[in-house]
């Protein structure tokens, strides 16, 4: 008996983890890898792109989509005493999500209108690989912003 419901949860447990699509660090980014050194010019850069996709974040991340076979852009940063500043601006909802070189997660929404930013006042150097996603599941034109200037 005990061995049937070992396997009844081990079947439970991989049918609940189908439907979760995790973050792909290793794919090929979309929108190309970013290579900055703390006081790079032009600030801010901007990389054009189109926001969504049709995979759910994960709920213990956030809230919204994005396509989640590969990063939208790595940011390759060669840190400095600046603050990083990485951002969306866009007409729609939007949402993010950066993988830091610690391996952490960080997320944002809204924090300026709609537009999330995320800071990290004593950023590390090495990859950040970034998602872009909007809140409601459709795409957007939208420009992903890397700076050492507090956009707010």
Avoid: C
């Amino acid at each position: 008996m005990r061995g049937r419901r070992v396997v009844l949860f081990l079947f439970l447990v991989s049918f609940a983890a189908a439907g979760v699509i995790a973050q792909d660090i290793s794919g090929q980014p979309l929108y190309g890898t970013q290579r900055l050194e703390a006081g790079f010019i032009p600030d801010p850069v901007v990389v054009q792109l189109d926001a969504g996709g049709s995979d759910a974040i994960p709920s213990s991340l956030g809230y919204g989509y994005i396509y989640a076979a590969a990063p939208d852009v790595d940011l390759v940063y060669q840190a400095g005493s600046f603050s990083l500043y990485i951002y969306v601006e866009s007409d729609e909802d939007t949402v993010f999500l950066v993988n830091s070189p610690d391996g952490r997660w960080h997320f944002d929404d809204d924090t300026v209108g709609v537009n999330p930013v995320i800071v990290f006042p004593k950023p590390q150097s090495g990859m950040y690989n970034i998602w872009v996603g909007t809140f409601g599941g459709a795409t957007a034109d939208a420009q992903l912003m890397i700076s050492e200037l507090d956009p707010r």
